[in-house]
């Protein structure tokens, strides 16, 4: 899969072999697509596959779906989109410290998130269990099923036909207590980018928003640490300049644990090659202590935020909302734009039921809900 340059670029390969670590997924020893394609002069096989993400249509609606909180709270906090973008962000820097494979980091982040329906989490276990007698829903599955059957790009065939690294990759994250071969480097240091964004963000989004003090946290060792570290450094801070440099210090902290500690093992282990890499147990995370200490703070976000009676009601009425349209989908499957209807033969009309509206953004579902039921 050598990729032939312009003789003013170097050549992909050639950047690849000077920059990359040899336990990295190198473009050149990539499996290809599913349907092949001639080599792109000057965009390796992983660059393509993040611009083909990048320019989907489900990646635009990221920016009209909630990561936790509901527009009616304000414009202040994270889309799925931010929050997608902050992952990849995160999950580049530390792959360039450590001479991974930058190009698949990205497409795998810009990836992630994909399939997400409205409503976050919530929206998903709505989804989960109006079609739970036919293995449910995943939005971690549905991403994988967006980009090779239902977005649209070519004549030939469905789907952006991703090379089967990225594939893969989404695929390790429908079931991460699947055994079988570890994942790629570069797909161990999005999940744990992941981890750092949510951590940091909805600890910001939470504050800014009221429904958490710093004062209710400061128990906890990782904003302990980071109060401490912020007073030693700056005195006179106002509520929102303190807020902002403890979040700032809890992104760096988690980012700097986790890029230290990953490169120590990976000194220790040595690995020479990826078949070394997913033939072992090794996995990129954080210093066992911070680990302890993610723990405890995703704990509290999970009592005290993501638990907020103001969010447990805007979750209880989308997931009837929801519910609901579903089941007028699969009385009368007709309300389905006829674009959605070819795949009924193919997965049924409960499913592409639940399909449609998991494609839909958070305030399209509630206009459809509102012109599906205007009496509600």
Known sequence: MATKSPKSLIDVDERERRLLAPYAMYSSDSAGRVFPEPDHPYRGPFQRDRDRILHSSAYR???????????????????????????????????????????????????????????????????????????????????????????????????????????????????????????????QLVDAADSTTYDAHDTDDAIKLGLVSLDQMSHLGLIREGLSYVKKRYAGLSKELLRKAIVHRLVNHQVTSLLDYTASQLKERAFESTAQVVNSDFTIGP???????????????????????????????????????????????????????PRFEKIGVRRVAVEYIAGMTDHFCEETHLMLFPND
């Open 61 to 187: 609606r990221l920016s009209g779906k909630m990561q936790v909180f509901t527009g009616e709270m304000g414009d202040y906090h994270r889309t799925r989109l931010t929050h997608t973008q902050e992952v990849a962000t995160i999950a580049r820097t530390v792959g360039r410290a450590l001479m991974l494979n930058e190009d698949l980091i990205e497409a795998l982040a810009l990836m992630h998130d994909l399939g997400h329906p409205p409503y976050g989490h919530a929206g998903e276990d709505a989804l989960n269990e109006c079609i739970a007698d036919e293995g449910g829903f995943s939005h971690n599955q549905f991403g994988l099923t967006i980009v090779q059957e239902i977005e649209v790009r070519y004549n030939e065939y469905s789907g952006l036909n991703l090379t089967r690294e990225v594939l893969a990759g989404q695929t390790s994250r429908v079931d991460k207590q699947a055994k079988g071969k570890r994942p790629l480097l570069e797909v």
């Open 287 to 341: 210093d066992p202590a911070l680990a302890e200490q993610k723990k405890e703070l995703e704990s509290f976000l999970y009592e005290n935020v993501y638990r907020h009676p103001q969010l447990i009601q805007v979750r209880q009425s989308a997931q009837l909302r929801l519910k609901k349209m579903f089941r007028a989908y699969c009385k009368n499957p007709a309300l389905i734009p006829e674009k959605y209807r």
